[in-house]
């Protein structure tokens, strides 16, 4: 079962940050935090992860709060090739086959 | 060139048949997974195997088994298909460890008739 609470959809203006949240608090102190996308038909992309540390990479920033029970994605300039599902995704040693479980994800919507 | 890919990529085949995907991942990874996604969108863990263990959702019916033949390989066999199993079906790899991304395939959309 997820262990993340993600807003079902979020609209975001081209060109402007978009802001994904996600909730896991019950989150253990050896698990991390994915995000991964999916865009339509396609399969789902990894785009970052972390534990304590906020980290950035070419795509997105991760922001994760001291307490670690919350999280926000940042896509710094969103465009319309942003618009897909976003899946937040709570990983840890206790996972069995290290697997990812998906949640329901937010639909995030880049508009013109 | 793809890091992991499926194959078909589409797949229409009648209730009772037998069924085989192919998935084959370039990136030297030990552990490979599959997942469906139905027509709800929900993404499920089927599968996660890698050279010492195969690691079973209980909720996946014994239809369905993954076979192995070598470290970049994890086809998907799948016994008297049933209407219900009509889904995109997902292939990944990682290396081991939870500290490392998966990556995924491009998806089988399996429909059955």
């Known amino acids: 079962d997820a262990k993340t609470t993600q807003p079902p959809s979020m609209d975001c203006a081209e060109g402007r940050a978009a802001n994904l949240p996600c909730n896991h608090s019950?989150?253990?102190?050896?698990?991390?935090v994915y995000w991964y996308r999916q865009i339509h038909s396609q399969g789902p992309q990894y785009i970052i992860h972390?534990?304590?540390n906020n980290e950035t990479n070419e795509m997105a920033s991760l922001i994760i709060t001291e307490d670690r029970k919350s999280s926000t994605l940042i896509l710094p300039h969103a465009t319309l090739r942003d618009t897909a599902v976003y899946y937040c995704?709570?990983?840890?040693?206790?996972?069995?086959?290290?697997?990812?479980?998906f949640g329901g994800g937010t639909r995030l919507m880049v508009k013109p | 060139d793809t890091a992991v890919s499926q194959t078909p990529k589409y797949l229409v085949t009648q209730m009772g048949n037998d069924k085989s995907i192919k998935c084959e991942q370039n990136?030297?990874?030990?552990?490979m997974y599959w997942y469906k996604q139905d027509s709800k969108k929900f993404l499920k863990i089927m599968f996660s195997?890698?050279?010492?263990?195969?690691?079973i959702n209980e909720t996946v019916p014994n239809r369905f088994s993954p076979k192995s033949p070598d470290k970049a390989h994890l086809n998907l066999h799948i016994n008297s298909l049933e209407l219900g199993d009509s889904a995109v079906y997902f292939c990944?790899?990682?290396?081991?460890?939870?500290?490392?991304?998966?990556?995924f395939g491009q998806g089988t959309r399996l429909t059955v008739v």
């Open positions: 990944a790899s990682s290396f081991g460890g939870v500290n490392t991304e998966a990556f």
């Open positions: 019950t989150i253990s102190g050896n698990e991390y």
């Open positions: 972390g534990l304590k």
């Open positions: 995704i709570v990983r840890g040693p206790n996972n069995a086959g290290n697997m990812l479980t």
């Open positions: 990136l030297g990874h030990d552990t």
């Open positions: 195997y890698n050279n010492k263990e195969l690691i």
